[in-house]
């Protein structure tokens, strides 16, 4: 009897590399999970009009509130760092290029 020839090993399966993003489409479902469990809650406590009903979709959501909370977060203090940024980019544009305090040139009447 003669044997089989022996085989090579299979390649590893591909590995993920740091250049993979996740696709557009897992971050709408994401957010629109999000903007739906928010706007839920807003409405029960809206129409609700009690105290107990607020209570108790506090108490029954409290964890997913501070998800929903550090989520939230994310995008504002973004715009706020930025907005922060830009300021300090165009006090530093105004200091390189020795500008005045007016962003506006004032036109005098001739």
């Known amino acids: 009897m003669s044997q089989p020839p022996p085989r090579s090993p299979a390649p590893p399966p591909p590995t993920g590399g740091d250049d993979e993003e996740t696709p557009p489409s897992v971050w709408l479902l994401i957010w629109t999970i999000y903007l739906a469990k928010l706007a839920t ?36 203090l973004f715009h706020l760092r930025l907005r922060r940024v830009r300021t300090k980019r165009e006090l530093l544009k105004r200091a390189e290029w020795m500008l005045t305090s007016d962003p506006a040139p004032s036109q005098q009447p001739r």
């Open 41 to 76: 809650v807003v409405l029960i406590i809206w129409a609700s009009h009690s105290y107990e009903t607020t209570a108790l979709v506090a108490a029954t959501t409290w964890p997913w509130l501070v998800v929903a909370g550090v989520l939230g977060l994310g995008p504002l």
